[in-house]
């Protein structure tokens, strides 16, 4: 069982920036693909991006593209998110998620674990 707990959610406003952390449990993190997903208020839980074990294929939902940057640091089992050139369209709920394959995916569905969440709320 894999234990995920995001953090450095929290308010921005717009151009502005934010940097998600996840940390989890495992002590095999680094054999775990992680990913990032959110959900916005009354919609459904949408993909943002994903990395492998190794950081050398990472992937983006194409309206983040160029504003995240997802990073990973194996030593201290965390995964970050890098958020610039925000906007109100990324208000969201934001998950972690990890998956035991070296292969990223944009399915949450191939996703086994999953943190809380952590809320990012962008102002005009």
């Known amino acids: 069982q894999v234990r995920l707990v995001e953090s450095g959610g929290g308010l921005a406003q717009a151009g502005g920036s934010l940097r998600l952390s996840c940390l989890a449990s495992?002590?095999?993190?680094?054999?775990?693909?992680m990913g990032w997903f959110r959900q916005a208020p009354g919609e459904e839980q949408v993909f943002v991006a994903s990395?492998?074990?190794?950081?050398?294929?990472?992937i983006y939902e194409d309206s983040v593209k160029g504003r995240f940057t997802l990073s990973r640091d194996n030593s201290k089992n965390l995964v970050y998110v890098q958020m610039t050139g925000l906007n109100p369209e990324d208000t969201a709920v934001y998950y972690c998620?990890?998956?035991?394959?070296?292969?990223?995916?944009?399915?949450?569905?191939?996703?086994?674990?999953w943190g809380q969440g952590t809320q990012v709320t962008v102002s005009e």
């Open positions: 998620a990890a998956r035991y394959w070296d292969s990223v995916s944009a399915e949450n569905s191939r996703y086994s674990y």
């Open positions: 495992e002590g095999a993190f680094h054999l775990y693909t």
């Open positions: 990395i492998n074990q190794r950081s050398d294929k990472t």
